[in-house]
T-cell receptor, first 115, second 115 residues
Framework: GQQLNQSPQSMFIQEGEDVSMNCTSS?????WLWYKQDPGEGPVLLIA?????ELTSNGRLTAQFGITRKDSFLNISASIPSDVGIYFC???????????????FGQGTILTVHP | SAVISQKPSRDICQRGTSLTIQCQVD?????MFWYRQQPGQSLTLIAT?????????ESGFVIDKFPISRPNLTFSTLTVSNMSPEDSSIYLC????????????FGQGTRLTVV
């Protein structure tokens, strides 16, 4: 099946710094989703991307759908301590049909923010 | 989005026993899914819970080990049968609100430890 390669695996940054992480696939994805998971919680949807080249923001978060449709990027500007958590990229393994809602996840990026 | 409640939130179980996890949604949803997140790992789809019919399992997961019920559009259960320590994971319920929608929302998860 399709696999998502997410990098970096972990990041240790100072409060106020910007963060960038990415996700790549060997095959085309029609949708890219970015989630954040806090300890002891389920993933929370941050941003959804549906078109190649699309750039979408949600507060200090900005995500882009790569033009090749095989990658996506998530940027966090001016990080704060509550940004700590695990960030996952995800996408449906196949377009349409019975695949709606069925997601393949990247390995996750663990973000640590030092005050 | 939707409010998705899972019970129990955590449990410690003896090997060889079974545990049933409940997922309750505050509104009717088209699709419900169950994921597993092994310690320090990403999320892996177990199965699609189909209303009124047998669940659809992903490769590597079988009904005898993970029986699933979905009696209506707001409720589903996942049973982890004949547990072993390797089943220690977080089990997550996920929903898609409308047909054709890719965005999935997650419950808070059930942290299972098998001793």
């Amino acid at each position: 099946g399709q696999q998502l390669n997410q990098s970096p695996q972990s990041m240790f940054i100072q409060e106020g710094e910007d963060v960038s992480m990415n996700c790549t696939s060997s095959s085309i994805f029609n949708t890219w989703l970015w989630y954040k998971q806090d300890p002891g919680e389920g993933p929370v949807l941050l941003i959804a991307l549906y078109k190649a080249g699309e750039l979408t923001s949600n507060g200090r978060l900005t995500a882009q759908f790569g033009i090749t449709r095989k990658d996506s990027f998530l940027n966090i500007s001016a990080s704060i301590p509550s940004d700590v958590g695990i960030y996952f990229c995800a996408g449906p393994p196949r377009a349409g049909g019975t695949s709606y809602g069925k997601l393949t996840f990247g390995q996750g990026t663990i973000l640590t923010v030092h005050p | 989005s939707a409010v998705i409640s899972q019970k129990p939130s955590r449990d410690i179980c003896q090997r060889g026993t079974s545990l049933t996890i409940q997922c309750q949604v505050d509104s009717q949803v088209t699709m419900m899914f169950w994921y597993r997140q092994q310690p320090g790992q990403s999320l892996t789809l177990i199965a699609t819970a189909n209303q009124g019919s047998e669940a659809t399992y992903e490769s590597g997961f079988v009904i005898d080990k993970f029986p699933i019920s979905r009696p209506n559009l707001t409720f589903s259960t996942l049973t982890v049968s004949n547990m072993s320590p390797e089943d220690s994971s977080i089990y997550l319920c996920s929903v898609v609100l409308r047909h054709g929608n890719t965005e999935a929302f997650f419950g808070q998860g059930t942290r299972l430890t098998v001793v």
